[in-house]
């Protein structure tokens, strides 16, 4: 049984990269476009574990993460975020909001699948 990965991302393409690259490990994927389909799609679903990216419509990916620890089921998943962002200030705001683990964009398919294998256990 592969675990499961919600992964939420604006950017169709970075959608498809991700999706691509995380089905040939194996895991299963699950899409959201944003913070709010991202929570919509985590109802009662069986989540190992989420990837967000920074910048999003409707909900930012660090109001998603505090979101998300608030849900007594989801209150700990693991949260990669995987992001154009690599300011220290950034970083600091996504670690105290609950993420485990940053990876800046562009980044290459085995370093995304490092992280992830190390944070989904």
Do not use: C
């Not at 995380?22 to 913070?35: C, F, N, P, Q, R």
């Not at 962002?85 to 670690?95: A, D, L």
């Not at 562009?106 to 944070?119: H, Y």
């Amino acid at each position: 049984m592969g675990k499961t990965i919600l992964f939420v991302d604006d950017s169709a393409s970075m959608r498809q990269v991700v999706s691509m690259a995380l089905k040939s490990a194996g895991y299963d994927v699950i899409e959201a476009v944003d913070g709010k389909d991202a929570l919509g799609k985590l109802n009662g679903a069986k989540i190992h574990l989420m990837i967000t990216d920074l910048n999003m419509p409707n909900m930012d990916g660090i109001t998603l993460i505090k979101e998300v620890k608030q849900l007594p089921s989801h209150k700990f998943l693991p949260i990669v975020m995987l992001t154009t962002e690599s300011q220290e200030e950034k970083k600091k705001q996504g670690q105290e909001a609950g993420a485990k683990a940053w990876i800046v964009k562009p980044f290459r398919p085995e370093q995304l699948l490092s992280v992830v294998e190390k944070v989904a256990g």
